[in-house]
């Protein structure tokens, strides 16, 4: 029998995990001696690669994009925050010592729910909230967010139907929606919930949703800045020099000319945008390492 434990995280895709160095900090710091692995394998091979793991003694498995769904249908067991959720993250084996069982759960909202508001310091209570995706990952935060007072949350997916029946599916615990076009205006707080990152592309996100103000929360994470928060940095940035520009124009000294006001917009404009890059790159390493955290919390076997 060997005498270490052994864990691994299993998805498609996973280039850029950092789940195994992770995990090893964590057996470093708690004393534990075990093996963290990588599987990656294909949808169709799923199944049959969890359950060979379980049987060869295997821990506990950190499921990611693309199986979480269909590690719900694999867990013969629910805990009740997987069962709402429709979506599995983590398996263990058991209850019991009947090999075949198995315990599926669902971290990903209590993870992200905490980083919001313990790290974060955002107030979810009456907030506006755009969730792009509709898969796995979205699953296990909407009920999580609408329970923690979110005033309305919208999901936006590249394939709609999928989007309208989340909402349809979760409708019961609050004010939720799908869809999300330019009427929608500005959200308090983009998630984004897509595998998109994962690929390097950018998810369609409705025109206007991105304000000064929006905190833009990616659930995927990278080797370096993923296209989302990259993308949210520059949405901030634009807003801040068209409003400078705008208030130049309407409220500065016409009498001197407008070759003054032009270089006055601009003094000003260079100005903020220098304020503006710090901030940003203050934010930007804030999220990074909250990324790196919310990976950690989100994919932990309990
Ligand atoms: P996960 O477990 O990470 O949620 P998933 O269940 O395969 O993985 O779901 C992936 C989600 O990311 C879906 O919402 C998918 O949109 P579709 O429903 O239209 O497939 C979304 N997604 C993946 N790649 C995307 C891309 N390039 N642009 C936009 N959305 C994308």
Redesign the pocket.
């Known amino acids: 029998m060997n005498s270490i434990d052994r864990y691994a995280v299993i998805g498609h895709g996973l280039t850029h995990s950092r789940s195994p160095q992770i995990h090893g900090l964590f057996a470093q710091s708690t004393g534990q001696s075990m093996q963290y692995g990588l599987i990656d394998v294909p949808a169709a091979l799923f199944a049959a690669t969890a359950n060979d793991f379980f049987s060869g003694g295997g821990r506990g498995l950190n499921v990611?994009?693309?199986?979480?769904?269909a590690a719900l249908a694999l867990a013969t067991r629910l805990t009740p925050r997987a069962q709402r959720a429709g979506?599995v993250n983590t398996l263990a084996p058991g209850p019991g010592t009947d090999p075949s069982a198995l315990l599926g759960d669902n971290t990903d909202g209590a993870g992200l729910v905490r980083d919001l508001t313990v790290n974060l310091g955002y107030t979810l209570a009456g907030s506006r909230v755009l969730l792009l995706?509709?898969?796995?990952?979205?699953r296990g935060v909407i009920a999580p967010l609408l329970e923690g007072g979110v005033g309305e949350l919208r999901i936006h997916?590249?394939?709609t139907a999928?989007a309208q029946r989340l909402a349809q599916e979760f409708a019961d615990l609050g004010a939720i929606a799908s869809g999300g076009d330019a009427a929608g205006g500005e959200y308090d707080l983009i998630i984004n919930?897509?595998?998109?990152s994962l690929?390097g592309?950018l998810?369609?996100v409705p025109p206007k949703a991105c304000g000064p103000h929006t905190l833009c929360y990616d659930m995927a994470y990278g080797a370096s800045e993923t296209v989302f928060l990259h993308w949210a940095r520059g949405q901030t940035f634009g807003k801040m020099v068209f409003r400078v520009r705008v208030v130049t124009l309407a409220g500065g000294p016409l009498p001197f000319g407008i070759s003054v006001l032009r270089h006055l917009g601009s003094w000003i404009s260079a100005a903020i945008l220098g304020v503006g890059y710090l901030v940003a790159a203050f934010r930007a390493d804030k999220r990074a390492l909250h990324d790196l955290i919310a990976g950690t919390r989100v994919e932990h076997v309990t």
């Open positions: 990611t994009v693309p199986h979480k769904e979506a995706g509709a898969g796995g990952a979205a997916n590249r394939t999928r919930a897509t595998s998109a690929r592309e998810p369609p």
